[in-house]
């Protein structure tokens, strides 16, 4: 049967087969000068960017260390022996961050995906699932962070209840709920980015309503929106540090003990460069991802 | 003997328009029935009723003598048994072909992998396509895709498929190939309902032509009735400005 089809394409590939194929040949002396002006003019474009590159970097630099208070501001923000003596303290402190952030990324990304599904359930029963999803969304969207891992981490103990968990796993809590509630609405974009087509013919092959979600929409969803997510993770590796405050030593508050014993802001230098270093790979991934999924959306729409 | 489908005065209305207004149509076992009409005279609408993806606002459908309009029907036992190809082929571009053509096999009726791809690639082969199984939709011609679908819809051994326009998103050239296909699936007794705009494979497809007219059939037969001799006014206006514009 589909050989019929394919000997109808037949003709159409022969003519094409048979048209007429031409030579290469040099290029005419009007192209060659036209192809060497070009190439002038990327020599000359990045002859003009390192300058200015240069000129700039230059400027910065007698700027700073021209300022009458540098020589103060480099002995209390970039002492050598100060930040060797308090890269072990940090480097504990980070790991701690980093296991934080590991479980806070998880937790974040399965209560906004919970939340996601419950704010698109139709059937009446769902009410007050529904309505509570997006009463949270609502609240911690707007609530400062701050404000919650103080509420959780200080408010929470003082209840004296038994079996009240560790600060360091409440302030987690709050972190995870608060981002929660951000990937809640980047998870419920993806879901609704989907054509609803997709769902007819799902539905149209006898997929319940589950499986559907699970085998059609959901898979399409994610990979529509792992840039925005991607970018909220890399948000989140740095309020993770943010625990400090409720008491845990983190890489910040290991800094913070170190500048009060030695009155000198080092420490923290380092641990701002260890959080930089940290975010780097997280964001690299994320314009990959990022770049890919532009990539694949241009061929979907040449197609 | 039971027909397949029956619909009994089916009516469906989307605000004040009026779709589907009382519609009657019965299709027997192996019979092939084309919908023709122009855009807005119901056609889509009355496919979309029947695989239950619209609810209608009254009368009856039944598929085997069974009333499946009943709100207490389970909705996705009836659509198990229905197949649908829709004009823009909908297939999942985040699966490859043979994963498109054996999700329902494999999530509905429970059949093992092995089992079910073996069936695949065999009904794949069918239609010239074995060497795609790997492939994902977008690397396929918009022909290829339909014939995709139309497996898609077959595999589940429908007792009716319902063809909704699917040569009108594609490629004059590549038309050809699937309306091939659909006269094998007939020549092989599957029992169809088509909405079309393609007139010469309406004849050379179709048992029984209904020609639809503001949600109403207004005339159906034969197709040698309809297309050489049309009783009704409005059906010989409609196929001549077809003619013209062809």
Known sequence: MARRGERRAGPELTSELKAPQRARREPSPLQRERLAYRRRQTVRSVVVAAVSTLALGVLLVVAVTGAPGWDRVKESFLDADVARAALPDILRGMWLNVRLLAFCAVGAMLVGLATALLRTLRPAVFFPLRALATSYTYVFRGAPLIIVLYLLTFGVPGLRLSGTPTVLVLGGIALVITYGAYLAEVFRAGIESVHPSQRAAARSLGLTYRQTMRRVVLPQAVRRVAPPLLNDLVALQKDVGLISLAGPIDAIRAAQIQTAETYDFTPYVVAGGLFVLLAIPLIAVTDWVTLRAARRQSAELSA | ?246
Not at chain 2, 200 to 220: H, K, N, P, Y
């Open chain 2, 1 to 246: 003997m039971t027909p397949v489908l029956a619909c009994e005065a089916v009516r469906k209305e989307f605000g004040s328009t009026v779709v589907l207004d009382d519609l009657t149509l019965e299709i027997a076992e192996h019979d092939v029935v084309v919908l023709i009409g122009a855009s807005g005279s119901g056609k889509s609408t009355l496919l979309r009723c029947v695989n239950l993806l619209e609810t209608v606002d009254d009368g009856v459908i039944r598929l085997d003598g069974r009333d499946i309009t009943d709100p207490r029907v389970d909705a996705d036992k009836v659509r198990e048994r229905i197949g649908i190809v829709f004009q823009a082929y909908n297939l999942f571009p985040h699966l490859s072909v043979l994963d498109n053509v054996t999700l329902a096999p494999r999530r509905v009726h429970r059949r093992a992998r092995r089992d079910a791809e073996e069936q695949a690639r065999a009904m794949l082969a069918r239609v010239g396509l074995a060497d795609k199984a790997g492939e994902y939709p977008d690397r396929l011609s918009g022909g290829q895709q339909q014939r995709v679908a139309i497996v898609r819809a077959l595999v589940n051994d429908p007792r009716l498929l319902l063809l909704d326009e699917i040569t009108s998103a594609l490629d004059p050239e590549l038309v050809g190939e699937v309306l091939a296909l659909v006269r094998d699936l007939k020549d092989q007794g599957v029992t169809m309902m088509i909405a079309t705009h393609e007139m010469t494979f309406a004849r050379r497809v179709a048992d029984r032509i209904c020609f639809l007219d503001r949600g109403r059939i207004l005339e159906s037969g034969p197709p040698a009735q309809i297309f050489d001799e049309p009783h009704e006014p409005r059906t010989r206006q409609f196929l001549q400005r077809l003619g013209g514009a062809g």
